[in-house]
């Protein structure tokens, strides 16, 4: 599957006894015709999600000249058969699912934040991203989960 989930951005997911040289190229071909991002000047640019320890989509990418833009991405996994420990919110806090569509603005800003705490609020670019996430197709609102803060906030 080729998954767009902002502009300019491509995940190829490909079931492990299924890749191929063949598969990654013609997805990654895909990818660039139909979801590269254009800029005002023109320039086209398209990000590609590939884990470090991924030799042959790695090789593909830097063979078409692509290169790593420098922003660590983090993947983190567990057992699915290890128990789930007990972790209570802080007191005064709340966990829920995401809300509706109004909800989105202050879900998108949260985001943003988190990963780019080090920059002025003029530089975010709105919350409308969000969107495409909630678009991929294992995506479920009921586990896109919120902290409320005791004032509501």
């Known amino acids: 599957m080729l998954q767009p989930e902002d ?4 995940f190829l997911q490909v079931h492990p006894a299924a890749r191929t040289p063949g598969l990654e190229q013609e997805m990654l071909k895909v990818a660039e015709e139909r979801l590269a991002h254009t800029a005002p000047d023109g320039r086209r640019s398209l990000h590609v999600w590939a884990n470090a320890d991924d030799p042959l989509r790695v090789d593909l990418l830097t063979r078409r000249g692509y290169t790593r833009d420098g922003n660590p991405e983090f993947q983190r996994r567990r057992a699915m058969d290890a128990p789930i420990l007990d972790a209570p919110p802080a007191d005064g ?3 829920r699912a995401l809300g509706d569509r109004e909800e989105l603005p202050s879900r998108g800003y ?21 969107l495409y996430v909630q678009r991929a197709p294992l995506y479920r609102r009921d586990l896109d989960i919120v902290a409320t803060a005791p004032g509501g906030e």
């Open 110 to 130: 949260a985001s943003w934040r988190a990963f780019h705490p080090d920059e002025p609020d003029e530089r975010f670019r709105g919350w409308e991203w969000y």
């Open 93 to 95: 806090y709340r966990v």
């Open 7 to 10: 502009p300019g951005h491509a």
